[in-house]
């Protein structure tokens, strides 16, 4: 990982306003490549282009940063985490060079598997990827600043976090009320490991609307992406099911579970587990029915993920 100098801990919250920037509407724009979303956070205002030695580009990647957390569900101390990192690592800025074949804000290295160089310079990627290794670490919200990031980064300099507390925590205070449009999500999870059996389309006279993933009961069942419940409870059909909004008309639906751990209205974030898998409603086994709608209408999620994910659903 890049090594950064020292930087200016402080900030005038009142010099900025932050705004965003449009993003694409279709599905296709937002997922192309699999690079994640297009959010773009830009500062704008009637103060100087920087203040206590932050400029519009380190702004508008903090307000990134911020928004992409919120929208995961992370709680705040991720989100100064996460800020303190892209500091010591990058000084906020979307590099596109660094130690090795470190890039981007957080010096992620495509050799290590953070993704491909492409991805990893799009801000809301390589965030997204950050959030998602934090949460894997148990107890980090019981962690200084300084470990839970290091447990992420695993970086040479194993204490350099901690210094850039309190710019991370001025730097969220000031942009923590950015509205931002678009998906600030990237990449998809897979929502179960198991075995693809029952694919979608015609079966049986009738038509499966989803992926079926064969698992032994129990087996943690995660968000494919973050968004909101908006059903968790008995189904007809279904045994018992969990539906989450997305951004732009999409819906997951996640069915036969025998154990539901969200609720409705609940905020989940991408890989957080929601369920568990059963054996429950018109099931031939255990297993996860898998589905995806779009606009109220059902695809395929083979390949769905195969265009929008560099994971792929079933291999």
Same mark, same amino acid.
Not at 199 to 223: L, M, N
Not at 242 to 252: L, S, Y
């Given at each position: ?24 509407? /279709?599905?296709?724009?937002? !997922? ?25 580009? +380190? ?6 940063? #911020?928004? #992409? *957390? ?7 101390? =991720? ?32 050799? +290590? *598997? ?41 970086? *040479? !300099? ?27 999500? *990237? ?37 494919? #992406? ?6 968790? =409870? ?10 989450? +909004? ?19 209205? @609940? ?9 568990? #898998?059963?054996?429950? =409603? ?8 898998? @589905? ?16 929008? /994910? ?6």
């Amino acid at each position: 990982m890049l090594a950064k100098m020292g930087i200016a801990a402080g900030i005038c919250a009142s010099l900025f306003v932050v705004v965003i920037a449009a993003a694409a509407g /279709s599905i296709a724009s937002l !997922f192309a490549g699999g690079s994640g979303g297009s959010l773009t956070c830009t500062p704008v205002g009637s103060g100087p282009d920087g203040a206590n030695g932050y400029g519009r580009e +380190q702004i508008g990647n903090a307000a990134t940063i #911020v928004a #992409v *957390g919120r929208q995961m569900g992370v709680p705040e101390e =991720g989100w100064v985490v996460a800020l303190a990192t892209a500091i010591q690592e990058s000084g906020l800025r979307n590099l596109d060079y660094g130690d090795r074949d470190s890039l981007g804000l957080f010096q992620q290295r495509p050799s +290590q *598997g953070w993704g491909s160089p492409e991805q990893i310079r799009n801000p809301t990627y390589s965030t997204t990827q950050f959030y998602r290794h934090l949460l894997a670490v148990p107890g980090w919200e019981q962690m200084s600043v300084n470990d839970a990031a290091q447990l992420v980064q695993r970086s *040479g !300099f194993p204490n350099a976090y901690g210094r850039h507390e309190l710019a991370a925590r001025q730097l969220a205070g000031a942009v923590h009320g950015a509205a931002c449009t678009g998906s600030p999500t *990237g990449g998809w999870a897979v929502p179960a490991q198991g075995a693809c059996t029952s694919g979608f389309g015609p079966r049986g006279g009738q038509y499966h609307r989803g992926q079926d993933i064969a698992a032994p009961i129990g087996t943690a069942i995660v968000a494919a #992406v973050g968004g909101t419940v908006i059903d968790s =409870g008995p189904a007809t059909g279904y045994g018992l099911w969990i539906r989450i +909004q997305h951004a732009n008309g999409v819906i997951t639906t996640y069915g036969h579970n025998s154990r539901n751990l969200v609720q409705s209205g @609940q905020q989940v974030h991408t890989g957080q587990q929601i369920a568990e #898998v059963g054996n429950r =409603g018109e099931s031939t086994g255990p297993h996860l029915h898998f @589905q995806i709608d779009i606009n109220g209408r059902p695809t395929d999620p083979v390949a769905f993920y195969r265009k929008h /994910s560099g994971a792929g659903l079933c291999g």
